[in-house]
């Protein structure tokens, strides 16, 4: 399966949101990545439900929702209302992980769990059968426009090689710092998803042209 690249719109203008969207649409965004952040979790406060049903109004693409925030069951029903079609819960966020990740999966929605650079990888082999996606974080989540932590490619061969063995279906999804000169790498290592803010919405180029270079450099993947 070709590797699928998911904007973030944290780096997208707010003031021109849904025009932004319906531009990563029609470039050919795969799907579209909205940073939920609490103001605990992570120092950020981004956006809530709200924005997520603003989104849903402006895209057919499926709504990749990160939750960075404390405790996520609280919110997991809100989201689901608000139109997402697959919530990432943090493995750091939660005492009662494989409850969410149950509430997620009743909800009919696809279940994602996230885990920060250092966290030890043994959270997600032995939650994989229970997931459809898996999130290597590549900053330290919080920011966007921060530098890919390198180690990151280590860590997403170990979840590709027991993602290939325990669950084939799991998608493998890398966020943080991701632009066109490391795309092909983090690709090669096991990410199947590339989520990308600032190299997408505040690049060089318009919407599509950074959408293209991104497409460039996976051609030889
Ligand atoms: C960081 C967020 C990312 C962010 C990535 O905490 O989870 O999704 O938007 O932004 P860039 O691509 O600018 O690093
Ligand atoms: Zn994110």
């Given at each position: 399966?070709?590797?699928?690249i998911?904007?973030s719109?944290?780096?997208?203008d ?5 025009e ?10 795969d ?67 494989h ?11 696809r279940v ?11 959270v ?26 390198p ?7 170990r ?5 290939d ?21 983090v ?13 997408i ?21």
């Open positions: 399966m070709a590797v699928a998911a904007p719109i944290l780096a997208a707010f003031a021109r949101l849904g932004q969207i319906r531009e990563a649409e029609e470039a050919g965004a799907l579209l990545h909205v940073d939920v952040m609490d103001g605990r979790f992570v120092p950020n406060i981004t956006l809530g439900p709200l924005v997520v049903e603003a989104c849903r109004r402006s895209t057919a693409l499926s709504l990749d929702v990160h939750l960075m925030v404390e405790d996520p069951g609280r919110y997991l029903e809100a989201f689901a209302a608000a139109g997402a079609d697959g919530l990432t819960v943090h493995a750091e966020a939660t005492q009662h992980l409850s969410s990740l149950a509430s997620v999966r009743r909800a009919g929605l994602g769990l996230a885990v920060n650079p250092l966290t030890p990888l043994e997600v082999c032995e939650a994989l059968p229970l997931l459809d996606l898996a999130l290597v974080m590549s900053v330290n989540p919080g920011f966007g426009g921060q530098t890919f932590i180690t990151t490619l280590g860590r997403l061969e979840v590709r090689t027991w993602r063995r325990l669950n084939p279906d799991c998608r493998i999804e890398v966020d943080g710092g991701i632009v066109p000169a490391n795309a092909a790498a690709a090669r290592a096991g990410a199947d998803i590339l989520v990308a803010g600032s190299a919405f505040g690049g060089e180029g318009s919407i599509a042209e950074n959408l293209d270079s991104f497409r460039d450099e996976l051609r030889s993947t």
